[in-house]
């Protein structure tokens, strides 16, 4: 499949909803571009993924977006304000965990907590046993593992009930079971129509809780829609390798057997070896075949199927998969 650069999927929701709209976003560094041209826009209640490789402007994006840098170019709205202009007005409706965060190192994290924690803040102590770190309240900033710092920065980013959620590496440095927690909270933000803008490198991670992801490349939209309209777009097809043995009378009937299954695209031999490819749904249709004949099914069966890091690998490279 080609995997030449696609004009970004059109969006179907109403303009009217969009929660984040850029035009033109443009910033360089010391002549550097880091974002050319940026256009994107992120709906109320999804949870957006900006996914790509480092230096795709991710962050400098999402940091033009809080008011923390100042583009050259183009035009920003966040929940309707200019992040620059309006600056205190759209912090107090956003939440935002970032990859260079801080706090002082002597500060406790019951002290942080009560610092960030507004009027009609969350309950604190709940957020913190969320997110494991209730047992820690009394620690200060300096004492925490790098894990620990990462629950406390999304507990403070989730603590006054934002309408826009901005996580940069979500879980970056967490272990399994702290990384389901943090899955699990940005799902609950989404049942309760939180908007979330998610910068990650864990593809996984994008094609589970995202809505939509946008894939950059030095500082342009690539492409974007659903993680499984990307995949289809540029991850190639799914592939069923496994050893038949069969005679030379037979081997070209099991090719046109399998080569008349729904979803699959071509069937190849090389030796004993049997090459399925096709859709996704194929994969069910060679497994029915195989259940069906009388023989065992094959020891060496194997399934490679089409994800979103095949997809970005193919995109960022212009190759074919």
Same mark, same amino acid.
């Given at each position: 499949?080609?995997?030449?650069?696609?004009?970004?999927?059109?969006?179907?929701?109403?303009?009217?909803?969009?929660?984040?709209?850029?035009?033109?976003?443009?910033?360089?560094?010391?002549?550097?571009?880091?974002?050319?041209?940026?256009?994107?826009?992120?709906?109320?209640?999804?949870?957006?993924?900006?996914?790509?490789?480092?230096?795709?402007?991710?962050?400098?994006?999402?940091?033009?977006?809080?008011?923390?840098?100042?583009?050259?170019?183009?035009?920003?709205?966040?929940?309707?304000?200019?992040?620059?202009?309006?600056?205190?007005?759209?912090?107090?409706?956003?939440?935002?965990?970032?990859?260079?965060?801080?706090?002082?190192?002597?500060?406790?994290?019951?002290?942080?907590?009560?610092?960030?924690?507004?009027?009609?803040?969350?309950?604190?102590?709940?957020?913190?046993?969320?997110?494991?770190?209730?047992?820690?309240?009394?620690?200060?900033?300096?004492?925490?593992?790098?894990?620990?710092?990462?629950?406390?920065?999304?507990?403070?980013? &989730?603590?006054? %009930? !934002?309408?826009? @959620?901005?996580? /940069?590496?979500?879980?970056?440095?967490? $272990?399994?079971? +702290?990384?389901?927690?943090?899955?699990?909270?940005?799902?609950?933000?989404?049942?309760?129509?939180?908007?979330?803008?998610?910068?990650?490198?864990?593809?996984?991670?994008?094609?589970?809780?995202?809505?939509?992801?946008?894939?950059?490349?030095?500082?342009?939209?690539?492409?974007?829609?659903?993680?499984?309209?990307?995949?289809?777009?540029?991850?190639?097809?799914?592939?069923?390798?496994?050893?038949?043995?069969?005679?030379?009378?037979?081997?070209?009937?099991?090719?046109?057997?399998?080569?008349?299954?729904?979803?699959?695209?071509?069937?190849?031999?090389?030796?004993?070896?049997?090459?399925?490819?096709?859709?996704?749904?194929?994969?069910?249709?060679?497994?029915?075949? &195989?259940?069906? %004949? !009388?023989?065992? @099914?094959?020891? /060496?069966?194997?399934?490679?199927?089409? $994800?979103?890091? +095949?997809?970005?690998?193919?995109?960022?490279?212009?190759?074919?998969?």
């Amino acid at each position: 499949m080609s995997t030449t650069t696609t004009a970004p999927a059109t969006q179907t929701t109403a303009v009217s909803d969009a929660v984040v709209t850029v035009r033109g976003l443009t910033k360089s560094y010391g002549g550097q571009v880091v974002l050319d041209r940026l256009d994107l826009d992120v709906h109320a209640g999804e949870v957006v993924g900006l996914i790509g490789a480092n230096g795709a402007g991710k962050t400098t994006a999402v940091e033009c977006l809080q008011g923390l840098r100042r583009p050259d170019a183009g035009r920003m709205r966040v929940l309707g304000l200019d992040p620059l202009q309006d600056a205190q007005r759209v912090r107090s409706q956003i939440g935002s965990q970032l990859q260079d965060s801080g706090l002082p190192d002597r500060m406790r994290v019951s002290e942080a907590v009560a610092l960030f924690a507004g009027p009609d803040a969350a309950d604190p102590a709940a957020l913190m046993e969320q997110f494991g770190i209730g047992h820690r309240a009394r620690t200060p900033f300096a004492g925490l593992s790098g894990g620990e710092r990462q629950r406390l920065f999304l507990v403070l980013a &989730l603590l006054n %009930r !934002p309408r826009l @959620v901005i996580l /940069d590496e979500l879980t970056q440095g967490l $272990d399994p079971a +702290a990384r389901r927690n943090v899955w699990a909270a940005v799902e609950e933000l989404r049942r309760t129509g939180v908007t979330v803008l998610l910068v990650t490198h864990e593809l996984t991670e994008a094609e589970a809780l995202c809505d939509r992801v946008v894939a950059m490349r030095a500082g342009q939209v690539l492409d974007q829609g659903t993680p499984a309209e990307l995949i289809a777009r540029h991850a190639g097809q799914a592939v069923v390798r496994f050893t038949l043995p069969s005679s030379d009378d037979t081997a070209a009937g099991v090719l046109q057997q399998l080569g008349r299954l729904p979803h699959v695209q071509s069937v190849t031999r090389t030796d004993d070896v049997v090459t399925v490819r096709g859709d996704r749904e194929a994969i069910a249709h060679v497994g029915a075949w &195989l259940t069906a %004949r !009388p023989d065992p @099914v094959p020891a /060496d069966l194997d399934v490679h199927l089409p $994800d979103l890091e +095949a997809a970005l690998l193919a995109l960022l490279t212009g190759g074919t998969r």
